[in-house]
């Protein structure tokens, strides 16, 4: 082995070390932001969190004894560094609706949203990705209109709007799926918690019946979701393909005599795997963080549900811990996407 290529080598760990700190930075420097952020919404709401705790008709005594406890006398800065530690512990504080610890109430319902969404996320994708080659390959068609239709609906129809729609048709009169909730009631608690994913519990249980009545609840809340997501998919899509149709390689592929299934997803979709990975992530955290309208028609007992009480009941910490975890979230799979773009990209790696 020659010293250049030892040489080579040597440097290129260094540089992936650098690379990976950078990357680390970026997650802490973007959570700082995303706890500044929650801070500040904490301090300009106007809503009184001792009155949240005490009551309005609380003592003066207690009302005082409260405020000196929670600190909120103290300088910003000072209160700034208490809730970056209690958050960096896992203390997000405690749920006046519940009595609950707030990181315990998120951790019961985060999963239910979880698993809706990412079951959405998974029919936005399979529908949404062939429909967008099929108007792409077929541009200016009855299906191209059609399908362009489709996407404009994802964006124009509100969400709660097709959400009762749904429950009117396919429940109250089709009776194709289960209504509002998680599972019927008589099966509620049959299952034993281990993920908090109902539909993976209940196989670990093989427990079929709950089985397929967590499929009948979610299975419409999903789709609708998963309508949202597969509107946006479809569009970026069909724009991604469009522009590799139109590149020369195409032209040649199709002058050698390359079958069109080939030139489609062999030449043309392949380079544009990398930009859908980020359209897929950004549409996966849309529906984890915007699934508060379906979660609340369809009385889902998600973190959307959860906000939504909060914030009727003013409850701060809770609102702040759900904001907290669905940015954290976001977070989380923006990176994703990004390393995901790294593997699948040579010259991203370069």
């Known amino acids: 082995m020659s010293n250049a290529t030892l040489t080579g080598r040597r440097g290129a760990l260094p540089a992936r070390l650098a690379s990976l700190l950078w990357f680390a930075a970026t997650i802490a420097l973007t959570f700082l932001g995303l706890l500044a952020i929650t801070f500040v919404i904490g301090r300009v709401v106007p809503i009184d969190p001792v009155l949240a705790v005490v009551g309005d008709r609380a003592p003066k ?18 209160q700034f560094v208490r809730y970056v530690g209690d958050v960096l512990q896992g203390d997000l504080g405690r749920a006046v609706t519940t009595s609950n610890p707030v990181i315990e109430d998120l951790a019961r319902v985060f999963p239910a949203t979880f698993e809706m969404a990412t079951l959405g996320i998974i029919i ?16 200016g068609s009855v299906i191209d209109q059609i399908i362009r239709v489709i996407g404009l609906a994802g964006y124009a129809v509100p969400a709660f709007w097709l959400g009762l729609v749904g429950l009117v048709l396919f429940y109250a009169k089709l ?39 967590a499929f009948a609840h979610i299975i419409l809340p999903a789709t609708i979701l998963g309508f949202f997501a597969l509107a946006y998919i479809a569009r970026m899509t069909r724009s991604f393909m469009l522009e590799q149709l139109g590149q020369e390689f195409i032209t040649t592929a199709r002058v050698k005599g390359a079958p069109e299934r080939v030139v489609i997803w062999r030449h043309a979709f392949r380079p544009i795997r990398v930009q859908l ?3 897929i992530g950004l549409s996966y955290a849309g529906l984890l963080e915007g699934s508060v309208m ?13 906000l939504t009480n909060a914030l009727l009941n003013a409850d701060m910490n809770a609102v702040l ?17 990004d390393a995901l773009y790294l593997l699948l990209d040579p010259r991203a790696r370069a």
């Not at 936005?124 to 541009?139: N, Y």
């Open 175 to 213: 009776k194709w799926v289960g209504g509002p909730g998680r599972i019927d009631i008589f099966l509620d608690g049959m299952v034993t918690p281990r993920t908090g994913l109902l539909l993976v519990d209940s196989l670990i249980d093989r427990d079929m019946d709950s089985f397929k009545s």
């Open 294 to 306: 379906i979660e609340t028609v369809f009385s889902w007992p998600g973190i959307g549900n959860y």
């Open 124 to 139: 936005g994708v399979a529908v949404g990705v062939p429909l967008g080659v099929w108007a792409a390959a077929r541009q």
């Open 277 to 279: 990975i980020t359209v």
């Open 321 to 337: 811990g759900a904001t907290l975890v669905i940015g954290a979230v976001f977070i989380c799979i923006n990176k994703l996407s």
């Open 61 to 78: 005594e207690v009302y005082d004894a409260v405020r000196l406890q929670m600190g909120i006398d103290d300088p910003l800065p000072v």
